[in-house]
Structure formats: C-alpha cells, structure tokens
C-alpha cells in the first residue's frame, strides 16, 4: 500500500511539473512574441492564468501537507499536548464540515459554467474551475483522515512529521 501511494505522490508531482512547464512555455512564447517580433499573442496570458489556477489548487490539494500551510499558532504553541491534540481536532473537523457543506453548492456553481467559454481558447470554464472541486474533495479527504487519527489518539506533531514525503 505504502507503495502505491509513494507512486501516486510521484504523479502528483508529475502533475505539478507539467503545469509549471506549460505555464513557462506559454511566458517565454509571450516574452518572444511580444519582443522579438512585436506581435504578442493573446493566448499565452490565458495560458499562463489556467495553468496558474491549475497548479496553486493541484499543488494544494496533493502535495501541501497541514505543516506547510501558514499558521497563527501562537496560542497552539503555548497549549500542552492534549490542548494542542483538541485545537487540532477541532480545526480539521471544522474544515471538513466547511468545505463538505460548500461541496454541493461549489459544484453546482462549477456545472454552471459549462455554458460559457474562456475568451480566446474557447476552454469551456467548467473544465477550468474542476480544479477547486478536486481541491475541495482532497481537503475533506485529508482533514477527515487527520480528524480520525487525532480522534484515535494521535499526537498532531507525529501526524505533521510523519506524513511528509521527502
């Protein structure tokens, strides 16, 4: 098992590659168009936004951990180990009813948008925005999972160091 997910940690990243690269294609044909032969193209700013939104919210879902997001943890930091394994609990258990009680609503919006394109690709905007479905999806994921482990008594500092992959 361990395995398996060790190999689709790697495609997620793989994931994450691609996007960046497209988007540095998109900007260096932008940055040659634009001042090599003074005829830029309007497509590769579109490029460049889609394949952004795509690898801020891919990056997020799959290859951010709880540890790397930004904190104010000061009052976390000052409470015992089983104050610091209540905050935690609470936080995720928060998030995923947050994020699951949005689900519907966001996908709903997100089929809506089926019936318009972007401006100069013709990308149809409900295929763009699938992203933050897949974003939301994995914050439920991941945050129940960690709610179930500090439920059983894991301490937030172990599942921190421990879920990393290197």
Not at 80 to 102: D, H, Q
Not at 140 to 166: E, K, M, N, T
């Amino acid at each position: 098992m361990i395995a398996v997910l060790r190999w689709l940690h790697r495609r997620t990243e793989d994931v994450a590659v691609a996007l960046l690269a497209a988007m540095f294609v998109a900007f260096m044909f932008q940055i040659g168009s634009r001042y090599l032969f003074n005829a830029p193209m309007d497509w590769t700013l579109e490029a460049c936004l889609t394949t952004w939104l795509w690898g801020v919210f891919w990056g997020c879902a799959f290859l951010l951990k709880d540890r790397d997001h930004v904190k104010f943890d000061v009052l976390y930091n000052l409470a015992p180990a089983k104050g610091r394994r209540v905050m935690a609990l609470i936080s995720a258990g928060a998030i995923v009813v947050a994020f699951a009680a949005a689900l519907p609503a966001t996908l709903d919006y997100i089929a809506f948008y089926r019936i318009k394109s972007s401006m100069v690709m013709g990308l149809r905007l409900d295929y763009v925005f699938s992203v933050y479905a897949i974003f939301a999806v994995a914050v439920i994921v991941y945050y129940g999972f960690r709610a179930f482990a500090l439920l059983r008594g894991a301490s937030p500092d172990d599942l921190d160091h421990s879920s990393g992959q290197s």
